[in-house]
């Protein structure tokens, strides 16, 4: 860790955000960024990586060791870079379409392997970067500016999946609510094993549903109304995260943000040491 005074330029490059004026992208991005001087950990021992689409052109922002990936491909070279080096704090960032379309086979293996990373995924219910197709999570019914017709699939519950994946740490968020989402992400980061958030991040260009206005109205904070996430044996676990499912599937008047598990279990890199004593 730091031990001088950091400031949030300490990790901000000079390359230009193209994201539209207005973007949730821009919160996560801040938020991230807090986070990483809250913490204070040197910028080289941060690797940041993104796969492909609006989300992931984070790693261009971030002034750590950055790494933009294939389209939905994010995951496994955090997972990958995680397992050669340990010692390193890895963060990976995807949208919605990159982590639960082409990407959610890698999603699901990740949850059985417990690597000790964070997961960052920028849920707006639509391919931005490609003009406002219906992402895995756009509600069913649901017909934003940018389709002719409404959608007419089921959507993906990424806390849902999480939890049957067995992320070790699982998430929601808000990009507009900056100190929730810094502060969760601070939680993800000094939790060890997998974790993942789920942030939702308004689409101000081609989503004219899910905006600030419906979230401001929806959202609320499951842990300020006595929900404990902690988990900390396997009996404990199994109790938790079936509650935890439960919870995750409320969407509509109210949308439960917050922490909804966090299990203390041995991740990958120490099952590795047991099997390989001069690993790591």
Request: glycine share 8%; charged share 20%.
């Amino acid at each position: 860790m730091l031990s001088s005074p950091v400031k949030p330029q300490n990790y901000k490059t000079d390359v230009e955000i193209d994201w539209c004026p207005g973007c949730g992208d821009f919160g996560i991005l801040n938020a991230l960024i807090l986070a990483l001087q809250e913490l204070k950990i040197p910028n080289q021992n941060v690797v940041l990586t993104g796969g492909i689409g609006c989300s992931s052109k984070i790693p261009h922002y971030v002034n750590v060791n950055a790494f933009h990936s294939l389209h939905g491909r994010s995951l496994v070279h955090a997972e990958a870079v995680k397992i050669a080096n340990p010692d390193l704090e890895v963060i990976s960032a995807a949208g919605d379409g990159d982590a639960l379309g082409i990407g959610s086979a890698h999603f699901v293996a990740a949850g059985r392997r417990n690597v000790d990373l964070t997961y960052m995924i920028f849920d707006n219910g639509v391919y931005g970067l490609t003009k406002g197709q219906a992402s895995p999570t756009l509600p069913f019914g649901e017909m934003p500016k940018s389709l002719e017709t409404e959608n007419i699939k089921f959507p993906v519950n990424p806390i849902f999946l999480g939890l049957a994946s067995g992320f070790t740490f699982v998430a929601r968020s808000y990009s507009y609510n900056i100190k929730h989402l810094k502060e969760t992400i601070i939680r993800a980061i000094r939790h060890r094993g997998l974790a993942m958030i789920d942030i939702m991040q308004p689409c101000v260009t081609y989503n004219n549903i899910n905006t600030k206005e419906y979230y401001d109205g929806r959202l609320y904070d499951i842990e300020k109304e006595g929900w404990n996430p902690l988990a900390e044996n396997e009996n404990e676990y199994r109790e938790k995260v079936g509650q935890a499912v439960i919870k995750s599937l409320e969407w509509g008047d109210r949308i439960p943000m917050g922490v909804f598990i966090e299990y203390k279990t041995e991740t990958y890199d120490q099952k590795l040491k047991r099997l390989i004593p001069d690993y790591g």
